[in-house]
Nanobody, 127 residues
Framework: QVQVVESGGGLVQAGGSLRLSCAAS????????MGWYRQAPGKQRELVAS??????????NYADSVTGRFTISRDDTKRTVYLQMNSLKPEDTAVYYC??????????????????WGKGTQVTVSS
């Protein structure tokens, strides 16, 4: 079983900063990528940022709306990724979800796994 747990959400004024954390634990052979998504009321869930975790290249991907303001980083020793959010805007208000693309094992046919989601953490930015 794999668990993904987010933390660090809260209420902040516009222009402020927050740092979200996401830790993956359980029966994990290898994490391949981890990402942050968000869902505002009445809107679809959207990708915020993702990072490759299967090698040392630190390949990242950001939504246009957060580029230059948000930074995703990782700590492989803790199987944790962070989302540093600066210059927050009211439109960043949403529930932020983390996911982890992991291998839970390998056999002679290759490695297998799934994408696991956390329960989300609320970020509210007041104007």
């Amino acid at each position: 079983q794999v668990q993904v747990v987010e933390s660090g959400g809260g209420l902040v004024q516009a222009g402020g900063s927050l740092r979200l954390s996401c830790a993956a634990s359980g029966t994990i052979f290898q994490t391949n990528a981890m990402g942050w998504y968000r869902q505002a009321p009445g809107k679809q869930r959207e990708l915020v940022a993702s990072i490759n975790t299967s090698d040392d290249r630190d390949k990242t991907n950001y939504a246009d709306s957060v580029t230059g303001r948000f930074t995703i980083s990782r700590d492989d020793t803790k199987r944790t990724v962070y989302l540093q959010m600066n210059s927050l805007k009211p439109e960043d208000t949403a529930v932020y979800y983390c996911n982890a693309d992991v291998f839970t094992g390998c056999s002679g046919f290759g490695c297998y796994g799934d994408v696991y989601w956390g329960k989300g953490t609320q970020v509210t930015v007041s104007s």
